[in-house]
């Protein structure tokens, strides 16, 4: 079960808070029982929609963190989907884009230790860089001429 998601929800605006903390329980115990682990729960509150949902200008935004498997979180969703006063949702696997960053960031490490190194040092190796793709460029050329 080494998979990470976001799922975040929109509630109706015109929801009570009592009833927004049972339906927060809810799911979350639905991800317990299903075997998953709930990372973190944030309530971001009010916000203004970009555009009308079900006729509804603004909404209560939350945002579950969970680890799960992949048949937890489509039950996590159809119950989502189902839910009266959830007017939008949207489920992204983080542990993919962790992945990215990571790579990402070594990247850019890779870089700032080349241009960490003095101009002399980089220049040499440029210069050699060169030589190899010239090296590498005059069989093909050759091949073209005949």
Do not use: C, W
Request: no cysteine; hydrophobic share 40%; glycine share 8%.
């Amino acid at each position: 079960m080494g998979r990470f998601y976001e799922v975040m929800f929109i509630v109706r605006p015109d929801i009570a808070d009592e009833e927004l903390d049972k339906l927060i329980a809810g799911l979350e115990h639905t991800v317990v029982n299903g075997g998953g682990t709930v990372r973190s729960t944030e309530k971001m509150g009010r916000r203004k929609l970009a555009y009308l949902v079900r006729k509804f200008n603004e909404g209560n935004y939350v945002l579950l963190t969970i680890d799960a498997d992949g048949p937890l979180v489509a039950e996590l969703e159809r119950r989502l989907r189902v839910t009266e006063p959830v007017i939008k949702f949207l489920t992204v696997r983080m542990d993919e884009e962790d992945k990215r960053i990571e790579k990402l960031k070594a990247i850019r490490a890779s870089r700032q230790k080349l241009s960490s190194q003095g101009p002399a040092e980089a220049g040499e190796s440029g210069a050699e860089d060169a030589e190899a793709a010239e090296a590498a460029e005059e069989p093909e050329e050759a091949k073209a001429e005949a």
